[in-house]
């Protein structure tokens, strides 16, 4: 038994338990599927805000903007800034997208053709690709 609890500590098992039972608590709606196979399926939303010569507020348009868009400024995946500033991928949850880009159009001081799109794989079809774009009011 000692030797047992040596190799495997109490930290190792509640972690091993959080995987196998956490998943399965998603089945029975009692954890979010975005923090469960969701994960591991490959078919986790990506949220990419746009827009046409842009200029965010400072600092967001020095720290964020200048340095994790793309495609000369004008994307930005916001999974791969969640990941580089938090060390976690966004959450996959509607709500996070809405207000992640609802923020970010707060953020914009002029600019054109301004929004945000959330790429969705359907679960058990990967083929089945559903796109949905939102615009940033025009209050620029």
């Known amino acids: 038994e000692t030797e047992n609890a040596e190799r495997w500590p109490m930290t190792n098992r509640i972690f091993a338990a959080a995987v196998l039972l956490l ?9 979010p599927r975005a923090f469960s196979w969701h994960l591991y399926d490959n078919t986790q ?3 990419v805000f746009f827009t046409e010569n842009a200029r965010f507020d400072e600092p ?4 964020i903007w200048s340095k994790y868009a793309y495609d000369r400024q ?3 995946l916001l999974d791969d800034w969640a990941i580089h500033e938090l060390h976690v991928p966004l959450p ?3 709500q996070v997208a809405e207000n992640v880009g609802q923020h970010l159009c707060q953020r914009i001081k002029t600019g054109e053709n301004v929004g945000w799109s959330v790429l969705r794989v359907q679960q058990f079809s990967r083929e089945q690709v559903v796109t949905d ?3 940033c ?4």
């Open 23 to 31: 998943p399965a608590m998603n089945m029975a709606g009692w954890w």
């Open 45 to 47: 939303s990506e949220v």
């Open 60 to 63: 967001f348009q020095t720290k």
């Open 74 to 76: 004008r994307q930005l």
């Open 92 to 94: 996959d949850v509607q």
């Open 133 to 135: 774009t939102i615009m």
């Open 137 to 140: 009011h025009s209050n620029q």
